[in-house]
């Protein structure tokens, strides 16, 4: 899949957010990159995504002037999973889903409880 159609993925589960998740984003950025850093992945572990910000309920009434929250979808990683077409789109729809979640304040013990970890 190339880079364009990747980011159309990805902005494609955006659009279909429910309208109250659309409500409560504020301040957050989504950028696709091929690969993460080795800050971001210092053990190469294939990263799929990542949020770099300060959660919803962590934001108190000093929260202002703040940079954008980012969340991060690495194309690269995807695509070494070497699933057809259909089955990346899912898997790069659950990644976007996931890091969004931990925007939300959701951690991974959550997630692998309600079954998007």
Do not use: K
């Amino acid at each position: 899949m190339d880079g364009r159609s990747f980011e159309q993925v990805v902005h494609d589960v955006l659009e279909e957010l429910p309208q109250w998740a659309i409500d409560r984003i504020h301040n957050l950025r989504v950028i696709v990159e091929e690969r993460p850093t080795r800050d971001q992945d210092p053990e190469g572990g294939g990263l799929l995504g990542l949020y770099d910000g300060i959660p919803l309920h962590e934001r108190g009434p000093d929260y202002c002037a703040e940079l954008p929250d980012t969340v991060y979808v690495f194309r690269q990683p995807h695509l070494e999973m070497d699933l057809p077409e259909d089955e990346l789109r899912e898997e790069i729809r659950r990644t976007v889903l996931h890091e969004l979640a931990h925007y939300f304040g959701m951690d991974d013990d959550h997630l692998d409880e309600i079954g998007w970890g």
